[in-house]
């Protein structure tokens, strides 16, 4: 098989270091192979940068394995063609049982453009994407302090959320922290209710009335200690996923005509797939890396 790039290099990444072989030659013609190993720290992989760039290289390639390619892709970035492929797909072939070996295998691929490249956003993606992920993570962290609380509510026998249709709303909060000082009856903490709820004072009376003990308030207030701390946390990562999604307030706004899909859904759309359809190339392989 004709050799389609005359410079290129393959990169078998771990976490504290880089094996790299490079492969350098015209097409027809046996490539001259040249093998370093390099550390991890920043500082060696601009060193790593720069030695290729001396050679000459325009493609370099490695395996998406783990996370410990993003910063070795980080620094090469905008220096080179990266071809990030699918590990499975790059190992498919046995026998390689060393790391140089594994280098010199991504260096063939890529040298016969053999390596099909996974998908890898630009940086102002990423960064979209990693805060939307986090956000994810603590809107699922604060799902479940409240189902802990509803729990330990239930075994001091306080009927809190058989009254109340949102125990964590302005009133449901208000009497959570009474329970937690002690120093109102059941009566003065249903009066604390606002809007609707003041409704049903006597029946929140009957509810709040349980055994809370001494262990259930400590419980409790470290309970909601920690779902202030995620929704302080929350707030931030809005405003900040508010401010990275400016430069694509025309492709969200597309995305808002979709039913269903709200400000929040579409950011989380962008994050995930770009706003480059062309590294798809149809819409069939955009829902089949999807997965639908």
Known sequence: ??????????????????????????????????????????????????WLKDLGVTHVG???????????????????????????????????????????????????????????????????????????????????????TLKLLETANIKLASVASEVFGVSGLAMLRALVENAATPAQMADLARGKLRRKLAPLARALEGRLTEHHRFVLALHLRRMAAIEADLAALDARIEAQMEPFRGQRALLRQIPGVDDRVAATIIAEIGVDMSVFGNAMRLASWAGV
């Not at 098989?1 to 490079?22: I, Y």
């Not at 097409?27 to 720069?50: H, I, M, S, Y």
């Not at 990030?84 to 295998?105: F, M």
Request: include cysteine; aromatic fraction near 6%.
């Open 1 to 50: 098989m004709e050799a389609v790039v005359e410079r290129c290099a393959g990169l078998d990444v771990h976490q504290g270091t880089v094996v790299v072989c490079v492969l350098l030659g015209a097409a027809g013609r046996k490539p001259r192979k040249e093998v370093r190993t390099f550390a991890t720290a920043t500082a060696d992989l601009v060193a790593l940068r720069d």
């Open 62 to 148: 490695m395996e998406s394995t783990g996370i410990y390619w993003k910063p070795v892709y980080a620094v090469l970035e905008g220096h080179f063609e990266l071809i990030v492929g699918n590990a499975h797909h790059i190992k498919a072939v046995p026998g390689r049982k060393t790391d140089v070996k594994d280098a010199e295998w991504i260096a063939d691929l890529v040298r016969h453009g053999l390596v099909r490249a996974s998908f890898v956003p630009p940086p102002a993606i990423r960064e979209l994407r990693d805060l939307v992920r986090l956000r994810r993570s603590l809107s699922e962290g604060l799902t479940t302090e409240r189902n802990r």
